[in-house]
């Protein structure tokens, strides 16, 4: 039961990873420069996030749920602003996506969905995201 | 039951209040011991409460980021109304400070080293939050981690405020 519920947790952050390397590669298409550099650099995390997060999964004996070919994106991206918008969403989506495993019953777990959250949010706010006093929880407290 | 056995009831009741009164407040039991779980919220609480009294110094001394600096403020004050809501005290210790200020220390002059402080102290908070997650309720440790991604992002803000001036 302990690990249905932890499997189910890293499966929530699994779809938020892969939703974010998937974002990545729309947010980078519209930049150049410096910023294009800095999209590469943050879906090459996610990617290894997503890998991670895949493999955890398959060490407890479940499947990692596999990555949709297409996602429905909160908004249409058309002008390099519109892509820094895109990115915040999605690193404040992968935030919200590690809240379950924050909560699981092994420490490690919540160790780790904790500093990918403070790492999500730090891109987020360097995306351009205003201050949130707590991310991730909606509604908030 | 006869007038007797009824007796014979009462005698040993008043009897075992007796001995419950010699005893003192041991009759009851042992102290219940402060749960790790109150220890620890009142660590994070006190530590925060140290958080919005280091902002609060701050924002007396800073002139060209005191935007940020209330914003922040104004986030760590959230942070600890939230942490101070899951722990229920007795009426006359709510509102008060769970340790005493142990003192802010000094900020340094001038907007970048300030800055640099203030990261310093926002890493600091979410290290702390990190380390306590292990041995909290789930919804705590839920809270703690959004928190401490709160946190976290503040190093972005402050540096920000210093690099755009």
């Given at each position: 039961?302990?690990?249905?519920?932890?499997?189910?947790a890293?499966q929530?952050?699994?779809?938020?990873?892969?939703?974010?390397?998937?974002?990545?590669g729309?947010?980078?298409?519209?930049?150049?420069g410096?910023?294009?550099?800095?999209?590469?650099?943050?879906?090459?995390?996610h990617?290894r996030?997503?890998?991670?997060?895949s493999?955890?999964?398959?060490?407890?004996g479940?499947?990692?749920?596999?990555?949709?070919?297409?996602?429905r994106?909160?908004?249409?991206?058309?002008?390099?602003?519109q892509a820094a918008?895109?990115?915040?969403d999605?690193?404040?989506?992968?935030?919200a996506?590690?809240v379950?495993?924050?909560?699981?019953?092994?420490?490690s777990?919540?160790?780790?969905?904790?500093?990918r959250?403070q790492?999500?949010?730090?891109?987020a706010?360097?995306?351009?995201?205003?201050?949130?006093?707590f991310?991730?929880?909606?509604?908030?407290? | 039951m006869?007038?007797?056995?009824?007796?014979?009831?009462?005698?040993?009741?008043?009897?075992?209040?007796?001995l419950?009164?010699?005893?003192?407040?041991?009759?009851?039991?042992?102290?219940?011991?402060i749960?790790?779980d109150?220890?620890?919220?009142?660590?994070?609480?006190?530590?925060?409460e140290?958080?919005v009294?280091?902002?609060?110094?701050?924002?007396?001394?800073?002139?060209?980021?005191?935007?940020?600096?209330a914003?922040?403020?104004?986030?760590?004050?959230?942070?600890?109304?939230?942490?101070?809501?899951?722990?229920?005290?007795p009426?006359?210790?709510?509102?008060?400070?769970?340790?005493p200020s142990?003192?802010?220390?000094a900020?340094?002059?001038?907007a970048?080293?300030?800055?640099?402080?203030?990261?310093?102290?926002?890493r600091?908070a979410?290290?702390?939050?990190?380390?306590?997650?292990?041995?909290?309720?789930?919804?705590?440790?839920r809270?703690?981690?959004s928190?401490?991604?709160?946190?976290?992002?503040h190093?972005?803000?402050?540096?920000r405020?210093?690099?755009?001036?």
């Open positions: 039961m302990k690990a249905k519920a932890e499997v189910a890293l929530n952050a699994l779809q938020a990873e892969e939703a974010a390397s998937y974002g990545y729309v947010v980078g298409a519209h930049l150049s410096a910023a294009f550099s800095q999209a590469t650099s943050d879906c090459v995390i990617e996030a997503r890998d991670s997060l493999a955890m999964i398959t060490a407890l479940a499947t990692p749920e596999p990555a949709a070919v297409a996602y994106l909160p908004l249409t991206v058309s002008t390099p602003a918008t895109l990115a915040v999605l690193e404040l989506s992968v935030v996506g590690y379950p495993l924050a909560g699981a019953a092994e420490p777990l919540r160790q780790l969905a904790a500093t959250m790492a999500a949010a730090v891109r706010a360097r995306w351009g995201a205003p201050p949130r006093s991310p991730g929880l909606s509604p908030a407290p | 006869t007038r007797r056995a009824l007796f014979g009831v009462a005698a040993a009741a008043v009897g075992t209040l007796w419950a009164g010699c005893k003192g407040i041991t009759a009851l039991g042992p102290v219940p011991k749960s790790g109150v220890v620890t919220l009142e660590h994070l609480i006190a530590h925060e140290a958080l009294d280091l902002y609060a110094t701050a924002s007396r001394q800073s002139s060209g980021s005191a935007d940020v600096i914003t922040i403020r104004a986030e760590h004050e959230a942070h600890l109304k939230q942490l101070r809501a899951r722990l229920v005290l009426p006359r210790l709510a509102g008060t400070k769970i340790a142990r003192g802010i220390p900020l340094p002059a001038g970048a080293a300030l800055s640099g402080a203030l990261a310093v102290a926002e600091a979410a290290a702390r939050l990190t380390a306590q997650l292990a041995t909290v309720p789930p919804g705590l440790a809270l703690l981690a928190i401490s991604a709160s946190e976290a992002a190093v972005v803000y402050l540096r405020s210093v690099s755009s001036r």
